[in-house]
């Protein structure tokens, strides 16, 4: 939830570019229309069935403890299903243009969320997103580098590049990897640049070189593999299989020895045996992920996984909360080698830092937006203790 210069309400469900789409709206709200009553935006996700309940779940709760707000449904969800939102009590206006793509900027705290790329042209069988925000569109470098340099102007030191598909992202031959370098090249004084969820068989050989060559890109990968049974992935439509995503953490690993991968998983896809499962437990280890993200399937209607055979409730509550265990024991594995080492932290609001690597330690005598070498002398299971 953000409130944007006291005028305007965000209520903001799923991933970053809908952090990044909720400001850019909120702007154009407020600068298009004079506004006496509250308002509250909520910018709806459409990836799960669960996504949607939380959706209208907010807004009926919106509507009773603000009933004089005007409240506006934008995102994913309304867009796929406008019918559901403008028939909840409260809700003024749905909005169901999708943006146009250009480079847009959020701020979150000492980052600037970059969004260069949007839409998907692929059509996963778990998945509704491509109905919400059409198909892959890049955009241009220009803006991009233009909005770079807005970021660094007023202040931002480090800049996360975000998209539905970011390895996607092609502007006349240049792509990812290539638009790294030139980010980097043009900015000699942007001190660090991530990269958001990516697909790791779409990754380009410039993006494995641009880890090696520059320390300003974040050793740290967030992959989208879902599952660790190559038939399961196949039902799922993904383009990539195990090995693929065995052998990437293998090259990138050797290009920057230091780099950290987390990755999404769902569990209980429909059809997933026991054995099909253990796969994906086993992937943990041989990609030697560190930061899980679960996710109990949860049909989506108007997917063809929805249509296939479901998986028993109980059983996806039980596998999901042994890949969770698994997860929480690899961060930490992780937060246990990170001891003795020294790390360049960016201070952020609330009183902790980041390193590179995506860790965090507490550091609650410090403003944010400030750069500190300290060395990690332990950690509470959580957080690392400098």
Do not use: W
């Amino acid at each position: 939830m953000k409130n944007l210069a006291n005028k305007i309400e965000i209520i903001s469900f799923g991933c970053r570019l809908n952090i990044v789409d909720s400001e850019n709206l909120a702007q154009d709200y407020i600068s298009n229309i004079e506004k006496t009553n509250p308002t509250i935006l909520i910018n709806t996700c459409a990836v799960t069935a669960e996504a949607m309940r939380q959706a209208t779940q907010s807004i009926r709760r919106a509507h009773r403890e603000n009933p004089e707000a005007e409240i506006i449904v934008a995102g994913c969800a309304a867009r796929i299903e406008p019918e559901i939102f403008e028939n909840i009590p409260g809700v003024n206006k749905v909005l169901r243009d999708q943006l146009p793509i250009q480079a847009r900027v959020a701020s979150e705290g000492t980052r600037g969320l970059l969004a260069i790329q949007n839409g998907c042209d692929h059509q996963c069988t778990f998945c509704i997103i491509p109905q919400g925000r059409g198909p892959s569109r890049s955009a241009s470098s220009h803006q991009i580098l233009h909005q770079v340099r807005n970021l660094l102007e007023i202040g931002k030191k480090e800049i996360v590049l975000t998209g539905v598909d970011l390895t996607s992202y092609q502007e006349a031959g240049l792509s990812l990897g290539g638009l790294v370098r030139l980010i980097l090249k043009e900015f000699p004084e942007l001190p660090r640049l991530r990269l958001s969820s990516i697909d790791c068989v779409e990754a380009d050989d410039q993006l494995l070189q641009m880890f090696a060559e520059d320390e300003r890109l974040c050793p740290h990968l967030h992959l989208s593999l879902q599952s660790g049974n190559d038939l399961i992935l196949k039902r799922m439509r993904r383009r990539h299989l195990r090995g693929d995503a065995i052998q990437f953490c293998a090259n990138l690993r050797k290009a920057r020895p230091d780099i950290i991968f987390g990755a999404d998983f769902i569990v209980g896809f429909p059809t997933e045996t026991d054995e099909m499962f253990t796969d994906t437990c086993r992937l943990v280890d041989e990609c030697g992920l560190t930061y899980l993200h679960v996710f109990p399937f949860s049909p989506r209607p108007e997917t063809p996984a929805a249509k296939m055979k479901l998986t028993a409730h109980q059983i996806i509550k039980v596998r999901s909360e042994k890949l969770r265990l698994l997860g929480n024991q690899k961060k930490l594995d992780h937060l246990d080698k990170c001891i003795g080492k020294t790390f360049r932290f960016l201070t952020e609001r609330g009183g902790v830092a980041r390193a590179p690597n995506f860790a965090v330690a507490k550091t609650p005598t410090q403003p944010a937006g400030v750069f500190l070498d300290m060395k990690v002398m332990g950690h509470d299971g959580r957080t690392l203790i400098v």
